[in-house]
Each structure stands twice: as structure tokens, then as C-alpha cells.
């Protein structure tokens, strides 16, 4: 194959993404041509249905109904894994082209999470690209920025809001009071949330693609097994307003950082609804927008911002891996070849200094305060404000929200389980930590 010669490619998935990079390969074919050196074309398709109307033309493509026979297609160069899933057709076509010698580009960051490494040895083995901008943060180029923007430095942490449809949620909720179904409905219907969307609100899609930054920002081998996670299906409309009430917004934050050096280094990677103040350059980052923050030891603090989700995003993430193929500019996966890569023990976080956000749901009764504080002073744990929920109606639930001191975390959680089982409270205690500025 010379450089003249177009890179020929074949598309498994037509959904969303799909469809938006045949639309996308049309509309700007010259431009594409021209900064690849060369056309991009579609050569094969496949997805569960042909009948399907997509709103593409796809009469100049040849249909294969096996995905796998797709992939290993003698006249195709590259693989388009649009289809999802961590296992499956997915991977099987994923591994059938790596293995056939072509090259793979995918948006699935369930897949590259749990497989990433292996399918990262079969393309280095065989030679062939495997590139995935599309899988974490959508259109915004982060995993470029990380592999190749920011290599000069060592990273000491990359945190950030990674899941659209958490953040479309939590945003809208703040703006409109609407309530977490209705707004979940919309993502859906936007084209943001996962085929199955718990992935986006328990926190799983957001972590998916934390594992594979970190794996790339600190050259540590990818450890989905190892986040901590939650998501946001705890957080309630009255949380929101008590979080505006004290000067902060409620965000899906995903971070990963270091501690320790050489052998004693341990990754710790965590998702979670965080409590950040509205002058935090992440309290205006609204709707199906995605931000990452990677601070560098040269570079200082970089912030890459734009849209996590949606067809035009994501495409454009596909196609400029498409791009960095036919101009030949490819490298490890991982930025470091796998073999290389170190295994990273993952951290305990409770030694973590943090301020929390904490709220209960309690019996309108005398005493119930004070038995909460005594907890509290039990197990360390330093208040800094408490504002109670006037009472709807008498002998009724109130809500009981306070913001902590900096203190170590294990103790906010002892203080919980001091309180586990108690019959003042009448739900579970939700605790946010407040993300540091
Ligand atoms: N939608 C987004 O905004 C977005 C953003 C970033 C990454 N992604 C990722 O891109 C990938 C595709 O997402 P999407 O939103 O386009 O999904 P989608 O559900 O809209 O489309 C999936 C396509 O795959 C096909 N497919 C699914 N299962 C199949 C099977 N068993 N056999 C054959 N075909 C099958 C479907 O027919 C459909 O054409 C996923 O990995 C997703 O996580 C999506
Ligand atoms: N479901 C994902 C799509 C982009 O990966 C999100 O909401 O961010
Ligand atoms: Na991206």
C-alpha cells in the first residue's frame, strides 16, 4: 500500500456514532483527503439490521451480516468498531481484524477498559494501529492530549467530568428542578446515555474511561477492577439546592493521582458525585459537556474542555484517528508499549484528607441533632456548617445537611457506621466530598 492509494475502511455499527462518521466522511471529504494525504473511503458495513433508514446512503458499501468476517475483509486496511460492548461481536471483530493485520479504531472505552491491554499487545505484535480518542471524552482530543501533548511531563493527577449524560442530568436538574427520570429520558432521547444507561448513572461509563487516562497520563497498566465508584443515582433535587444554598454545584468527578514513588507508587482512581464551588473552572462545565484536568510537572494545570457525547463529537474523534492512520502517525497504544507499562498497586483512600458534604434524612424529633453530632465528635469528625430543612409538616422527615472540615475520610465513614441503624434516621446518609479548588 502506498501513500497514494486511499485508506480503506470498514464500519461495524450504524448506530448514533456510525452513521455520524459516514456523514461526516461526506461532507468534509476534500478537507479530510487533503490533511491525510490521501482519501478515506468506505469500502463494507455491518450492524444488526439493514433494513434500517439511517438517513445515510449506503448503496456503495458492501453489507456483511458477520462482523467478524467484516474485519477480516482482504480489502479493507481498518476496522471501525462502533457497535459497543465490553465483550461480544465487539471484541470478537476487534480481535478478528488485529489478528488479520488491520488496523482497529474504536469508541468503546467498556471494551478498551476491560481488554485494552490485550487487544494493545495484538496490535503491537502485528504491527497495526489500535487508536480509541473517541472512547474517552468524545470529541474533546484528551487521549491525544495526554499521549502526545503532555509526554514531556510526569503527570501528578488528571481528574474531571467524563459521563455527558450524568452531567447533562445533574446540570439540568439545577437549572429546570425537573426531577432524575424525566431528565434521564432526554439524555436518552439525545443520543448521550449508553444503550444501557445505569453504565451512565451508576458511575460505570465514567470510570471506564478513568481507567484508560490513567492508564495513559502515569504509564500504568489499565485497572478498571480497581475504581472506586458511585454515581448519582443517591443524589436528590434538595441536595442540589442545599449545594447552591453553601456556593457549590453537584458533578460526576472522575480522578486518578499517584502517591508514593517507584516501587511504593499506588494509583488511586475514583468516581463520584463531588460538591464543587461555583469558581471552579468545572462548575460551568454544563450539559453533555465533558472537561479533563491534567496537571503536569512542567506543564502546570491544562484544562480540555468540549462535548463528551453526541454524533457530531464522537465522529470527529473517529475520523481524526482515521486521519493519524493514513498520514501513518501511529505509536503505542498506550503511549509506552504494554510490556512496558507498569502495574500500579492500587490505593487505599481513606488516609485522603477530604471536606464533605453530608446529609440525612431524620425524624422530626427532639434529640435526633444531637445524637448526629455526637457521632460526629466521636469519630473526629469537625463541622464546619449545618443548615436543617424547615419542616413541611409536623412529625414529618426533615433533611439535615453540613458541611465537614478537612479531616481523613475514614472518619466521616465511622461516624456512619456509628450511626448504622439508628431509628432517628429515616433514609440513607448521602455523603459528597467537596472537590479541593
Ligand atoms: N453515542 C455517543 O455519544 C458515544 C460517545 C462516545 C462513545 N460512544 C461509543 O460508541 C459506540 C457506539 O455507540 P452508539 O451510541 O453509536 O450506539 P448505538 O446503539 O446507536 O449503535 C450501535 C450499532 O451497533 C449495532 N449492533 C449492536 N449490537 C450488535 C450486534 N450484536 N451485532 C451487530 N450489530 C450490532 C446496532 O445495530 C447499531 O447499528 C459504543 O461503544 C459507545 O460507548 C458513543
Ligand atoms: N454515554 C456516554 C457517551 C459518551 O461516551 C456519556 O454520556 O458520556
Ligand atoms: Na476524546
Redesign the pocket.
Given at each position: 500500500m502506498t501513500d497514494t492509494q486511499p485508506l480503506r475502511i470498514a464500519i461495524?455499527?450504524?448506530?448514533?456514532?456510525?452513521?455520524?462518521v459516514i456523514r461526516l466522511l461526506g461532507t468534509n471529504r476534500d478537507l479530510i483527503a487533503a490533511r491525510a494525504g490521501r482519501a478515506i473511503e468506505v469500502v463494507a458495513v455491518?450492524?444488526?439490521?439493514r433494513s434500517?433508514d439511517?438517513g445515510v446512503d449506503l448503496s456503495g458499501y458492501a453489507w456483511e451480516?458477520d462482523?467478524s468476517a467484516l474485519a477480516a475483509r482482504d480489502d479493507i486496511d481498518v476496522l471501525v468498531?462502533?457497535?459497543?460492548?465490553s465483550d461480544?461481536?465487539?471484541l470478537a471483530a476487534s480481535r478478528a481484524a488485529l489478528s488479520a493485520g488491520k488496523g482497529l479504531v474504536?469508541?468503546?472505552?467498556?471494551?478498551i477498559a476491560h481488554h485494552g491491554l490485550q487487544l494493545a499487545e495484538l496490535a503491537e505484535n502485528a504491527r497495526v494501529p489500535l487508536k480509541f480518542e473517541?472512547?474517552v471524552a468524545?470529541g474533546i482530543p484528551v487521549v491525544k492530549g495526554l499521549r502526545e501533548g503532555t509526554s514531556a511531563n510526569a503527570l501528578t493527577k488528571v481528574y474531571g467530568i467524563l459521563n455527558?449524560t450524568c452531567n447533562y442530568i445533574l446540570s439540568e436538574m439545577e437549572e429546570t428542578g425537573a426531577d432524575f427520570a424525566d431528565t434521564l429520558a432526554e439524555a436518552q432521547r439525545l443520543?448521550?446515555?449508553?444503550?444501557d444507561p445505569t453504565?451512565d448513572i451508576e458511575g460505570i461509563?465514567a470510570a471506564h474511561k478513568l481507567a484508560i487516562l490513567a492508564a495513559i497520563g502515569f504509564g500504568a497498566k489499565v485497572d478498571f477492577d480497581a475504581v472506586h465508584i458511585s454515581g448519582i443515582v443517591q443524589v436528590r433535587a434538595a441536595d442540589i439546592a442545599q449545594a447552591d444554598a453553601l456556593g457549590f454545584v453537584i458533578r460526576l468527578i472522575a480522578q486518578a493521582d499517584v502517591e508514593g514513588e517507584g516501587a511504593n507508587a499506588k494509583l488511586l482512581q475514583r468516581v463520584r458525585p463531588c460538591l464543587v464551588a461555583k469558581d471552579h473552572p468545572l462548575a460551568s462545565v454544563d450539559g453533555?459537556t465533558n472537561a479533563v484536568v491534567a496537571e503536569g510537572n512542567f506543564s502546570g494545570r491544562l484544562l480540555f474542555q468540549g462535548a463528551?457525547?453526541?454524533?457530531g463529537?464522537?465522529a470527529s474523534?473517529v475520523v481524526a484517528d482515521l486521519i493519524d492512520i493514513a498520514r501513518s502517525e501511529v505509536g503505542a497504544p498506550f503511549s509506552i508499549p504494554v510490556a512496558q507499562l507498569t502495574p500500579l498497586a492500587p490505593a487505599e483512600p481513606g488516609n485522603r484528607m477530604e471536606r464533605n458534604y453530608l446529609r440525612f434524612t431524620v425524624n422530626d424529633r427532639p434529640g435526633v441533632l444531637a445524637e448526629i453530632t455526637a457521632a460526629m465528635r466521636d469519630a473526629d469528625v469537625s463541622i464546619e456548617s449545618l443548615i436543617q430543612q424547615g419542616r413541611a409538616n409536623q412529625g414529618g422527615d426533615v433533611l439535615v445537611a453540613m458541611v465537614t472540615h478537612e479531616g481523613p475520610e475514614a472518619n466521616v465513614r465511622r461516624a456512619l457506621d456509628l450511626l448504622e441503624g439508628s431509628d432517628s434516621l429515616t433514609g440513607e446518609p448521602l455523603v459528597l466530598p467537596i472537590l479541593p479548588n
Open positions: 461495524a455499527g450504524l448506530g448514533t456514532v456510525g452513521a455520524g455491518s450492524a444488526r439490521d434500517t439511517r451480516d462482523m468498531e462502533l457497535v459497543g460492548g461480544g461481536p465487539a474504536t469508541a468503546n472505552k467498556a471494551m473517541a472512547a468524545g455527558g443520543g448521550y446515555a449508553e444503550a453504565f461509563d453533555p463528551g457525547a453526541g454524533e463529537p464522537t474523534a
